[in-house]
């Protein structure tokens, strides 16, 4: 993901550097020429993040619910959608002439970069999941002298549990002081609640869709819409607030940043670079030709098998690219999954994917204790008390999923494991949210 998004801070930055070059005194023409770099930009960009989605998309479909795909696949239409995108964002800001979108699109990077917003993700529903059960236990604790029916039970605890959630969020949403961190938080609760409610949405839909439309079913469908628009109202606000607030505070950064991508990336640089490409591929042209010439003929011989094999291998590549259709590959996707999930788990569906999670859940406590091990010496404490934060919000997702893998040690697991782990994590996190206040200030001042 990292190498990703360098890769689109360099094409940003490329691209910006040409649109600030353009010192031309007839503003129309500046602003066409403009316009059509930022179209340029645009197709450049919508190919590479379309195509990606794309694909995965697709991998996602075929790999988790199993449907078959009918016809060849179009891998543009993603692509296309992002570029009418942004082609709509460049023609409304086309009469403001110094406008470039590679720069909105870079500073939005680098503010991204900056906030970990992934981080920040993972914190928030850690923070949630977890202070809500600490909250939920002690009310039921509170309760516990009393006496209720069996049937009044699930129900009292399902509304203390929705209590405990609503207070945990409106805590997390506004008791912080610093500005910075409240837009933050409230942006990710707002971006995790809106994705909650367009699955929940999502699957409403389709039952309203599979069922007979009358009055009540429209009135549904249309409510469930318009709930969807303003959630996705909201969670804008949000962002657009959260952004000016962290572009304001990371502004030295954004600058520095900014600053060591044009040394390297620039348009300027990129002409040097092909300039100096052009030199050394003439160079070894000429000492081809002085072999060819004067050389033995193993030399020469040797000079021939490696053309021989450059024009095989792109043949190969061509083929491989161009050849297989892409309905192919994905189906043998397919294929692998149903194997795997016949062979191994006996068609357990279900099985498969608590295996699945917890394997991948397993390589990031392994890859979080790697990185903790090896930069142990020379990080600070913060990123010390980061990594033990993942690892133990791993090691919650692992217990938490290990039900039917471990029945009989599950009970013990929680009782011993799982409930000392959420308490470390809260206690964690809040030694980790007092250290980053701590150095944040120690910034400013």
Known sequence: ?????????RISIFFDSINGSLKSTNVSRTRIIRFAINMVYAIAISALLGLIMQIFSFVFIVAFTGWN?????????????????????NLFNYKIGNFSLPKKVLHLYVVLKNISIFDGIWKTIGFSLINSMILMLLFG??????????????MVMLIIGIIALLITMVIYHEATANEMNRKRRQFLIAMIVFVGYLVLNIYQMGKVLNSEWNNSTIAIYSTTILGLLLSIITVIDKARDFYRIAKGTYKDEIDEIEKKLYEKYSYKKGIKVINEQKSDLRQSFND??????????KEKRNILLYMIACVIFLSFAFYFIWGIPENKILGAIGYVKVFIIESIFDGNTELAAIVLVLLITAVFIVRFIYY???NFRVSNIIYKIQQICKIELCLIILISCSKDIFPIVYIFLIKYLLMPLCLLFL???????????????EKTN
Do not use: H, Q, Y
């Open 372 to 374: 903790f091990i090896r």
């Open 69 to 89: 795909i009918v016809g060849e696949i179009n891998l543009w239409v993603m692509p296309l959608f992002l570029l009418l995108c942004f082609a709509e964002i």
């Open 1 to 9: 993901m990292d190498i990703f998004t360098e890769i689109i801070a």
């Open 288 to 297: 081809m030709r002085i072999i060819w010439t004067l050389g033995s003929r």
């Open 427 to 441: 206690v964690s996190l809040i030694v980790l949210s007092v250290l980053i206040k701590k150095e944040s200030k």
């Open 141 to 154: 604790w509170m309760l516990s002298p009393f006496k209720m029916p069996d049937g009044v039970l699930p």
